[in-house]
Every structure is written in structure tokens, then in C-alpha cells.
């Protein structure tokens, strides 16, 4: 541990750089043996830190850089001028101004890590965020060194006719032995982790955008061949995030050329680059036969973030990677707005608070638990979390809450005005919204620097005589990890008053009837006049804020506000708390009789079941139960088969007795329609397919399945009846021969076998993990891309909590295998695997003593990659 602490980045340690980079010309002859990479640095002294001092030049750099040649306006340099330790370029004597070349040698085809430039199939693609261009050549390697980029690519012509980089091709030339090469320009100074550089013989899709100043801007999707007719959505996404932006927030696009590509073996979902956006081919390709509905939406979204990064994070970039959440939180913050606005904001909203509540609490929560700009990390790759992303978000949602739409619109466009060009900090967004609206945010900040979830408890009091209902709000925020006696954070609480009826109360001499409550102190009250009886309070309507509440609700309460309130968040969180019940009280959670709150929950979903203009996607979400891993958070005492096994009978026992309605509304929502994937027909299956989830508890159930698996023409509900067939234990001949159809019909298709892949290792049967270590053998399985790891290792260990956690700790030594094995191949995939083990402390014994083991041995192997060891080290 001590050895790992000493190479902890920290913020407080950040200095300006001492060189610059004007220019950075690059060439890159791409060889099957190796690469040769030639970089010529234009470099002069940071005149903002000059000193009289003459301090070396350090250059980042890798131990997998074999080192050719180093001149110095073109004069080789003398051993003696330079040295290279453990991976980093020093050189002695630095001149004011100099141009310094570099000739180094790189094998692609053994970066397992998919860091820096690497092979995928038959092409060559990169990926440089965050610290991924010192494995390509020497470099100032921080984002906040801009530079304008030349970058020449030779490659033989057959096997690779397309060659990419970022901003626009300047130069073609035919050479010898069937080699060409092509030059690219990109006139944006930017920081070297927003290179790209792609090979391969690719298919294009093209399409034209003229933008609202009137310039036309060609868009290029580059996949297989194979995949040519696969790519619209994700053009017609690009189309619509294009507009969007520009009518939003008056961003417009800025090059020639716009192009996306499409690879197989990628650790995220895509990377921004500038002009040059590199995808998994997960968030590309789509088509209705091999995509599910949340595929085609998260593709949407995923073309829109990336496109927006344009302007949030591309044109104003990060000063340095603690400020990250400055490009990520802002920009998903972006991207689900524009969701929003595509399809239904209130199904999104609660999708992205579901997301945030199962994984971004839990995080919180834990041992790696940061603020949304941290202090310090060891490994930066670690920090692409769902705090810096998702809680980001939160954030400036709050924000946009408390300036208001038109003055957030405003504070945007000081930000990109102010800032275009540089590379900034959180601190300078933050300004550009004080500085717009006049509003002080010192308190506000307070978001960025402390970790930990707020928890806001709520005590209410009434007075018939003089009509006055009062709230009083308490807030507090657990100790996380360095971070000890939190302030009070200024929350925004938006709320409303439901009388008996569940009409809405006015609040004010006003009438509003619903107002923005800002918590500010530790302790504070609101009061409401002519109140003429006891309302129920709707609180934190939208989630307004990132916090945990609480409200002593009667049961009764829950299920008013379910049915009766204004807001979708509101009605959804009500089924939510009703069923945390069940599982909150031990006797619920043990006893054998159905609890009081399960009575409840069969009549609020009665009654949703029968309201005729109800949105079916909003009742698909209300008739979610939590899932397990959001029923596993929990400071201690987690049981994960105590859990398992109520959840089922409840779902059970709700499926019985709901059993006719619920079959009425299956066969209703499953009228024909030519599949489309949109929002409204998502909506109507999404609705079938958790009925159908329902249905398997009751005898019709298996049959309804099986005929669906058989005649859908579509992924979604092809691959819902498959999971349905594969978790029943009451239908093990229908899960075979459907486990085998599928695959005889989709392997071809590597995306629809990753979904075959993760059904089979999420199954809740006995059996799971020797089918699991079967998967692993299958021809198609490869423990090299991350997607296959993702949909059978991390399913396993993430969602098959069941199975995850059995008691002989063989689901623990099963994954710590794997996490060995990933050490080697591929650290970022590895660390992001840990995770589930880094929560013992949560479990009974002996699961805690069985986790915390295998944390241990993990511990004390040699050569362990900075990615798991900060994972691990942290945990124990
Ligand atoms: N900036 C990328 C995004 O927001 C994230 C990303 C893609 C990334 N690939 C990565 C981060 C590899 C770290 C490592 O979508
Ligand atoms: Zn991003």
C-alpha cells in the first residue's frame, strides 16, 4: 500500500506546464511486425512559468516504446543529453524554442490493454483518454497542453484503403510496394487525448448536415462491410443531435467532416475525438432483428453525447483529470435533456434515478467512494465512475433547477464564449453561472468537493385550528472515505401538498401549487397557511437533488401518492418505498404470511392495471420491483438468499393473484405492429415484457414465453422471452431448445450472442456458474474483448447476485480467477470487475470473510496492474 500511495496524483500538487506544443506532426508507417511512429514537436518554453531556473524536459512516455532515434533541430542527440526511466523521456538541456523528433517503434498488436493505438479485427484504432498517447509516442500527455496536430499515415492499400485521423485530409500519395499514405489536418489546438487514428477496410455511410449558419458538413460512418445496413438510427441520431445542440444551446459544428467509427474491441462506449469519434460497435449498429429497445435509446444517447463533447469538453476542455466531471457530468447532463426531449422525460428521469440510486449510491457508499471533483487518484482510469458522471450530472441539473431555464442557457453561452479554446476547471463553470445570474454559489459548490449521498429526513406537523402545516427538514451526510463532519449542502427540494383526494393544495397567496424549497441550514422548517386538512407532502418531485429522503409515510399515504400524484417520478417512487417495505422489516423478510405493504402493492397495481390512459411504459416501471442490487445496499447484514427468496415469493404471489389482469393486458399490448423503435411502441413492449416476467410465476406463463420467442420479429421481445424461459425452473426444456435456436440464428451476429451471453450467466438457476464456465470455452467467447467479458463475467458477478454470492465462495473464486487473468490482459476491464468483491463489508458471514479473501490473495500478487490495486488496496 505505501509503495502505491507514493504515486498518487494530487490535485493540490497540480502546476502549469513549463512547455508547450505549437505543433505536433506526426507519421505513422503501420506494419504488421510493427509501427514506426515519427513525431515532430514544435516546443517553447511556457512564458507564464518561465524561471530562470533550467529545469529538464520531461516527456511522458511508456516502456513499450522502443526508442529509435532523438534529434533536436535535426541533430541527433548524444546519449549524454537525454534519458528514459521507466518509460519517461528527460531531456537535459532545454532550449527557449526547439523542434524535437522522436522515432519510435510500437507493436499494436499486442496492446491487449486497448490503451494507445491498438488492432481491433483487421483494423488499427486508438483510444488516448485519458492517458493512452504516451503508449503511442513521447509527449506532454495533459490536457491542458494544446496543440494543432499533422498526422501522415502510411499503410499498404489493399488491406487498409481507409485511413482516418482528425480534422480534414490534406494530401494523398500512392507509394511503392502498394503502400499510400494519407496526411490529415486538424486546425483545433487540442490536448493529445482527443487524438484518433483509424486503418482498416471499412465500409461508409454517408450523409449531409447543413448547419444553421448554412455550412454543409459531411458525415461519415465508417463499419464492416457486413454491418453497412446497420447503421441509420445511429445517423439519424447524429442528425438529431446536431439540430438539437444548435437550437438548444447555439452550438454549431465546426469542421468539414464529421465521422464515426465503428470497432469491435473497446473498454467504453466511444470516445469523442475531435471530427473523429471512435465507437463499440455496441453503440453504433443497430437493427430491430438483433437490437432491444433499450439498445436503440441508449445508441441515441450515447451519438449525442459523444457529438456534444464537441463543445463540452473538445472547444473547452479539461485543465487537468480532477476536473473531468467539468466535460462528463455537463455532458450527460446534455445528453438525457435531449433524451428528454426525444422521448418521454418522465420514463427517462426515472431510469436515470434508478441507474443513479443502484450504482452511483453504492459507490458513494463504499470504499471507492470520491467527490464529483476528487482529491487524489492513483490510476485515472479508475475515475470514469458514475459519481464523475452521473452525479455530475445531478449536479448541473441542480443547477439549471436553481438559475432556471433561460438563465442556464445564458450562463452556457458565457462559459463556451468566455472559454473557448482553453482548458478550464470546474471552478470556471461554476463562475460562468454566478457571474450570468447573480446568484452566490459558494455554499452550492460544496456538490463537487464532498462525497457521500446527503440523507434528508422530513418530520411534518399539522394544526386543524390554525390551519398550518409544517415540514421540517433535516439534513446530514454520512463519513466517506477522508471526509469526516460534512457541511450542510444547499438542496433544492421541489415539493407539493396532496389533500385526501390527491388534488393539489395552493401553497402560497399565489396559488403555486408546487414551490422549490431550498435546504441550506442542518435543521430547517417550512410552513404552509390554509391548509384545511392534513395533506400529504409530495417531496423531492423530479428528484430534485441527488439525496436519500425520508418521510414516515403511512402505507396508505404511498400508495395515494402513487396513484393520484402530478409528477411520474412521484408515482414510480411511491411503488418503490412500498416494496422496500417488504424487505425492510425482518419479520417481512423471513416470515412466512404476506405483509400489510404486499396488500397494498397488489391494489395499487390492481388499479394501475385498470386505468385506461395510463402510460404503459410509465406502468411497466410501476410494476418493477427493486432489484436485487439495489436491495443489497445496505451498511450490513445483507443476506443475499433471505433476499432472493422474498423477492421471488413476492413476485410470485403478486403474479397469482394479479393473474388474470395480468394477462389481460399482455394479450393487449400485443397487437401487431411493423416494429419501429419508437418511444410510444418501446412503451407498449417494455409493459408486455414485464408482465410477461410476471406471468412465467403462473401456469400460462411458459407457453406465452415460448410463443413469443417463436414469433417475434424483433430483439426485444425475442430476447425478454428468452430470459423468461432461461430464469424458470418450470420450463427447462423450452430454455434449452431456445437457448439453441437462438444461437443457431444469431451466430453470425456478434452483438445478438453478446445478449445470448449475458441472459445464460444472469440466469437465477441452480446451475448458473458451470454454464457460465462452459460460456467461457465457447468458440465465440473472447476474454480480449470487453464486451464479452462485460456480458458473461460481469453479468455473472454484477447481476446474478444469487448465484454471485453462493456460500461455498466458489462465485468469489471464480471472479478473482478472472480479475488475475485480466491483470495481464486487460487492467482497466479488470479493476471495473473488482467491484462487486469491494463491498464485504456489507454481508453476513461467511460471505464477508470468503469476499474479503479473495481481496487479499488479489492483494499479494506480483505485478499488479495500478488500475486493480487501487481497487483492491482501498477496499481492505
Ligand atoms: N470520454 C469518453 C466518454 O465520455 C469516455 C471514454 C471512452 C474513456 N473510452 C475510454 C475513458 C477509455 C477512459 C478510457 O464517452
Ligand atoms: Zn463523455
Partial sequence: MKDALSEMVHLEDYRESEFLIDKTELCFDLGDAFTVVT????????????????????????????????????????????????????IFEPSEQFVLQTIVNIKPQDNTALNGLYRSRDMFCSQCEAEGFRNITFYLDRPDVMSIFFTKIIADKKKYPVLLSNGNPINREELDNGTHSITWQDPFPKPSYLFALVAGKLGCVEDRFVTSSGRSVSLQIYVEEKDLGKCEHAMNSLKKSMRWDETTYGREYDLDIFMIVAVDDFNMGAMENKGLNIFNTSAVLADPKITTDASF??????????????????????????????????TVFRDAQFSADMNSPTVKRIQDVSFLRTHQFAEDAGTMSHPVQPNSYLEI???????????????????????????????????????????????????AMEDTSGINLEQFRLWYKQSG????????????????????????????????????????????????????????????????????????????????????????????????????????????LSAKDTDGFIRW????????????????????????????????????????????????????LPGEPLLHDKKNGVDPEAIHRRRETLRSSLAEKL??????????????????????????????????????????????????????????????????????????????????????????????????FQIQSASFQKNTLVRVEELLKHSLFDIRNPNKVRSVIGSFCGNNLINFH??????????????????????????????PLTRWRRYIAPH?????????????????????SEVVLKSL
Wanted: hydrophobic content about 35%; glycine content about 4%; proline content about 4%.
Fill in 848 to 868: 464477508s470473510r470468503l469476499m474479503r479473501r479473495a481481496l487479499q490473495r488479489l492483494s499479494e500478487l506480483p505485478d499488479l496492474s495500478k488500475d486493480i
Fill in 659 to 756: 393473474g388474470a389482469k395480468l394477462e389481460a393486458v399482455y394479450h393487449a399490448q400485443n397487437s401487431y405492429q411493423t416494429y419501429e423503435p419508437a418511444s410510444s411502441q418501446i412503451g407498449v413492449r417494455s409493459l408486455k415484457n414485464t408482465v410477461l416476467d410476471y406471468l412465467m410465476y403462473t401456469e400460462l406463463g411458459v407457453e406465452l414465453a415460448w410463443q413469443q420467442f417463436k414469433e417475434s420479429d424483433n430483439m426485444t421481445d425475442q430476447s425478454s422471452a428468452l430470459r423468461c424461459l432461461v430464469n424458470c425452473s418450470r420450463s427447462v426444456n423450452y430454455a434449452r431448445i431456445a437457448t439453441e435456436r437462438f444461437e443457431c440464428q444469431w451466430k453470425h451476429e456478434t452483438l445478438a450472442m453478446n445478449i445470448w
Fill in 573 to 624: 417512487d411511491a411503488c418503490q418505498q412500498l416494496a422496500f417495505r417488504v424487505f425492510r422489516e425482518p419479520s417481512n423478510l423471513f416470515g412466512r404470511d404476506t405483509c400489510p405493504q404486499e396488500e397494498i402493492l397488489l391494489t395499487t397495481y390492481e388499479q394501475l392495471l385498470s386505468e385506461e390512459d395510463m402510460d404503459p411504459a410509465l406502468v411497466a416501471l410501476m410494476l418493477q
Fill in 39 to 90: 513525431s515532430k514537436l514544435h516546443i517553447r518554453r511556457n512564458p507564464k512559468t518561465f524561471n530562470c531556473l533550467v529545469s529538464p524536459l520531461f516527456l511522458d512516455g511508456s516502456l513499450d516504446l522502443d526508442l529509435e532515434s532523438i534529434s533536436i533541430d535535426a541533430v541527433l542527440l548524444p546519449k549524454t543529453a537525454y534519458s528514459l526511466e521507466g518509460g519517461r523521456l528527460a
Fill in 453 to 560: 449521498t446527503p440523507i434528508v429526513s422530513v418530520s411534518s406537523e399539522y394544526s386543524e385550528n390554525s390551519q398550518r402545516f409544517m415540514l421540517t427538514f433535516e439534513q446530514s451526510c454520512p463519513d466517506t472515505p477522508g471526509q469526516f463532519d460534512k457541511k450542510p449542502f444547499l438542496i433544492p427540494i421541489r415539493l407539493g401538498l396532496l389533500n385526501s383526494n390527491g388534488e393539489s393544495h395552493r401553497l402560497n397567496t399565489v396559488g403555486d401549487k408546487e414551490i422549490m424549497f431550498k435546504l441550506l441550514d442542518k435543521k430547517q422548517s417550512v410552513a404552509f397557511e390554509n391548509i384545511s386538512s392534513r395533506p400529504i407532502p409530495a417531496l423531492l418531485r423530479g428528484f430534485s437533488a441527488p439525496v436519500k429522503l425520508n418521510y414516515q409515510y403511512s402505507d396508505e399515504e404511498l400508495a395515494l
Fill in 381 to 431: 482510469n479508475n475515475f470514469y465512475t458514475v459519481t464523475i458522471y452521473e452525479k455530475g450530472a445531478e449536479i448541473v441539473g441542480m443547477l439549471h433547477s436553481l438559475l432556471g431555464a433561460e438563465q442556464f442557457r445564458s450562463a452556457t453561452d458565457l462559459y463556451f464564449d468566455r472559454h473557448d479554446g482553453e482548458a478550464v476547471t470546474i471552478e470556471d463553470f461554476v463562475r
Fill in 297 to 330: 435509446q441508449n445508441i441515441e444517447a450515447i451519438v449525442a453525447h459523444e457529438y456534444f463533447h464537441n463543445w463540452s469538453g473538445n472547444r473547452v476542455t479539461c485543465r487537468d483529470w480532477f476536473q473531468l466531471s467539468l466535460k462528463e457530468g455537463f
Fill in 806 to 835: 453462493k456460500q461455498n465462495g466458489t462465485g468469489y473464486d471464480f471472479l478473482e480467477n478472472h480479475i488475475k487473468i485480466l491483470n495481464d490482459i486487460n487492467p482497466q476491464i479488470g479493476a471495473r470487475l473488482v467491484v
